[in-house]
């Protein structure tokens, strides 16, 4: 690898040079400010993404009308400035910035005079209230909620129907929309517009979405029209600017079904990569098309989709066309760019989430030093998006907050003693080293990982573990010294400078009539095959650890049935595994009693005594009970310890079992000695 590696290797796009083929394809990332512009969180990320050697960044789903959804938007000479910023920020790097302009599936007008006449009707409301006249005020607050909902009843209305209902001159509207951005673009100093090919483009593009019967609807060349109209209207209204095309395709799932809605299927994706070439666009990136509700079919979680997965459909558009053409979904790793460079199969190197976790791919790959490799566990990223919060990678510390936090040099080196070698003592090494600082971690295991070796063991889970991984990769060129089946005594802590505290936690059990029993064994030493389970395992406990373990059993061949208090089975598992999860608690009949109460124990550990939810008491026979009731903190002596100790991870009070907490306590306790 190094400087020869294919991925630092030049590529002419259109007017464009790009310095290498590592690109950041569009991500929707919820760091812009109220008004979609690029404010500080937002120029900050990616700027480090262009530091990092990206030479082709994509701003995801920029808007070029006023909506209220939380994305970029670019409509108005006044925003010209801050994306200004912008480019002349990542020009310095010689990075090129393009925008992903996209329309929402909805008459935004229509919407939008909606909702700001529910806000007139609670202005007037509340006019009334200060008049003291509380039956008008009532009656008015009831019109205003009315509109309300009427407003959002149309936009649900609108995203099923709207690509079929929008009228010849709603869509030439929002075509001059498009147009009117791209034109402020180019007088922003942008490199590029990437077409958002999904969305309401891809909708029109689909026979499955588009149900019209006019020139937008029908055959091919009809379903494709208002696409290359909008290619069209970008070359006009800002001549010289390179256009990318996010080209989404239905794929066909392993089982036959069709994969995505927005788009086109694969054959007719390749003619109309043809046509596009022939339209002017000068670069190609090939997707998974998008609009099923489930953001796993764009973005598979782990376990579910094969490295490079959307790479046969990518083949057969770069046989088709001499544009470059780019690459995306779950690509993970520099080998696999490499090879797909090296085979010829695309020509740029789409990374998302994996530049979330790492933006330093480009510098790493010219040093030839490890990547941090994406867990695609999607936690911090599209759950984030999903709840509308911003992302934040469970694995870099830094990601979001770019412009606030970083690795500060240490004034002085120290001797730093890490005490555990879970993920919040492994990253704290990490930061402490290159920070400066000799350190020497202490575990008392035979192997580091901690609680991330145990939660790698449920289905879909294996690649949880590249977490550690990293840390075996980077740490061995590091001044760190790793001591297993190794317990840190306070002489080793009081020769140090500084100690970290990383000790985790422990996984606690109900304290209940029966609860030591023989039958009864701890979910956590059930995934470290430290203990054996047989026949009917009820679990207790419905969280995620416990709904994992209840899979992991179900599929080593026990009926299986989970006890949950609250209403939800695995209410913390993001949006796009809990499909996956349900659909093997169906095919193994796992039991989910939810709302449901656990009293005792009883028939030495063969029954399990519960309310139910509807208040009935109700015994559950089994062969083995597992308890998944959560963890507690341990505690490390420090007594009598007395150099400065910081604390990071489960043993720092902050949230147990959460990767991500893990990481920042590590990051934050070693930036701080
Ligand atoms: C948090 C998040 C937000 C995304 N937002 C967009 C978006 O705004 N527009 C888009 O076309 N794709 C979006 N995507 C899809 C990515 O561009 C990419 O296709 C997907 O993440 C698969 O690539 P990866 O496996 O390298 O992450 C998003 C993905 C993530 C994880
Ligand atoms: S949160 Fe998970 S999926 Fe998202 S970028 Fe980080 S490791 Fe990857």
Not at 1 to 15: F, W
Not at 67 to 83: C, G, H, V, Y
Not at 325 to 345: C, P, Q, S
Request: net charge negative; glycine share 8%.
């Amino acid at each position: 690898m190094g400087k020869n590696s294919l991925l630092l290797q030049p590529i002419q796009v259109g007017n464009l040079t790009l310095k290498n083929r590592i690109m950041f394809p569009p991500l929707t990332t919820g760091y812009e400010e109220r008004d979609g512009s690029i404010g500080p969180r937002s120029l900050a990320f990616y700027e480090r993404l262009a530091k990092g050697g990206v030479s082709y960044i994509v701003i995801g789903d920029v808007a070029p009308v006023r909506t209220a959804s939380p994305t970029p938007k670019l409509f108005d000479e006044s925003q010209i400035p801050a994306f200004k910023a912008l480019a002349d920020t990542l020009h310095k790097y010689d990075a090129k910035v393009a925008l992903q302009l996209f329309h929402p599936e909805y008459d935004v007008p229509g919407v939008g005079r909606m909702i700001g006449m529910a806000g007139a009707l609670r202005q007037e409301a509340m006019q009334l209230k200060e008049a003291g006249d509380m039956e008008a005020f009532g009656a008015k607050m009831a019109e205003a909620d009315k509109v309300t909902k009427e407003a959002y009843a149309k936009l649900h209305h609108d995203m099923q129907h709207f690509v079929s209902e929008a009228t010849v001159e709603q869509l030439a509207q929002i075509k001059a929309a498009i147009a009117n951005a791209a034109r402020l673009a180019k007088e922003a100093g942008i490199d590029a517009i990437e077409v958002h090919g999904d969305r309401l483009l891809g909708s029109l593009c689909s026979t499955i979405l588009n149900h019209r019967t006019d020139e937008y609807g029908g055959a091919f060349e009809n379903r494709i029209r208002y696409a290359l109209e909008v290619v069209e209207a970008i070359k006009e209204a800002a001549p010289g600017l390179m256009i990318e095309y996010k080209l989404p395709i239905v794929t066909v799932n392993e089982d036959g079904s069709l994969r995505g809605k927005g788009g086109l299927i694969e054959e007719e994706a390749v003619e109309f990569a043809k046509k596009l070439e022939a339209a002017g666009v000068q670069m190609i990136q090939v997707a998974q098309a998008n609009h099923t509700g489930n953001m796993a079919d764009t973005i598979p979680p782990m376990g579910t989709q094969a490295d490079n997965w959307t790479l046969p459909c990518c083949i057969n558009v770069k046989k088709a066309v001499s544009i470059p053409v780019a690459t995306v979904g779950r690509v993970l790793t520099v080998a696999n760019g490499e090879e797909i460079l090296a085979n010829g199969d695309a020509d740029i190197i789409a990374y998302g989430r994996s530049l979330c976790c790492d933006p330093d791919i480009a510098v790493k790959v010219e040093k030839d030093e490890p990547i941090r490799e994406c867990l695609t566990c999607n936690k911090g990223c599209v759950d984030a998006i999903s709840s509308r919060r911003y992302i934040s990678c469970v694995l870099n510390a830094e990601n979001g907050d770019e412009a606030t936090i970083s690795i500060k040099p240490a004034d002085a080196k120290k001797n730093v003693v890490i005490v555990g070698a879970g993920v919040a003592g492994l990253e704290a090494a990490r930061v402490a080293a290159i920070r400066g600082h000799h350190v020497d971690v202490y575990e008392k295991e035979e192997v580091i990982g901690g609680q991330i070796n145990i939660a790698a063991v449920p289905p879909r889970k294996a690649d949880i573990l590249r977490a550690t991984e990293y840390y075996q990769a980077i740490l061995p060129g590091m001044d760190v010294e790793i001591h297993l089946n190794t317990e840190a005594t306070k002489e080793i802590m009081n020769a140090a400078d500084a100690v970290i505290v990383a000790v985790g936690a422990h996984d606690i059990t109900l304290p209940i009539e029966g609860a030591d029993a023989p039958t009864v064994v701890s979910s956590w030493d059930v995934l470290a095959e430290k203990a054996e389970v047989n026949g009917h395992c009820v679990v207790i406990g419905g969280g995620l650890v416990g709904a994992e373990t209840a899979e992991y059993v179900a599929n080593k061949g026990n009926a299986v049935s989970i006890i949950e208090m609250t209403d939800k089975i695995a209410a913390q598992e993001s949006a796009t595994v809990l499909p996956y999860m349900m659909e093997d608690f169906k095919a193994h009949d796992v039991k989910q009693y939810v709302n449901t109460k656990v009293n005792s124990i009883s028939n030495n550990g063969k029954t399990v005594n519960v309310t139910d939810a509807e208040g009935n008491e109700v015994a559950i026979d089994c062969d083995t009970i597992i308890m998944a009731v959560g963890s507690k903190k341990n505690v490390l002596d420090v007594e009598g310890v007395n150099v400065p100790v910081y604390y990071a991870g489960d043993c720092a009070g902050e949230k147990t079992a959460d990767i991500a907490s893990a990481i920042r306590g590590g990051y934050n306790a070693a930036n701080a000695i």
